[in-house]
């Protein structure tokens, strides 16, 4: 079985972790009521997506 040879440093260990963050999600804009909503996904605000109501909103 492979055994590391050296030990691993700090600095190594942390810069390969580096990449491994949380990042936001990613919020777009409705074309039609220029309201946040995430992509693909059903607009909160108006009901729309792809240019067609899809859901009826009570206000």
């Known amino acids: 079985m492979a055994v590391p040879k050296k030990k691993t ?3 190594r260990r942390d810069k390969r ?7 936001g999600a990613t919020v777009g804009t409705c ?5 946040a909503r995430l992509p693909h996904r059903v607009c909160p605000t108006c009901g729309t ?10 206000e």
């Not at 972790?17 to 990042?23: D, G, L, V």
């Not at 997506?49 to 009570?58: A, D, I, K, L, N």
């Open 9 to 11: 440093s700090k600095s």
């Open 17 to 23: 972790r580096a990449t491994h963050r949380i990042e």
């Open 31 to 35: 074309p039609q009521c220029h309201g």
């Open 49 to 58: 997506y792809g240019g067609r109501q899809v859901v009826e909103v009570e």
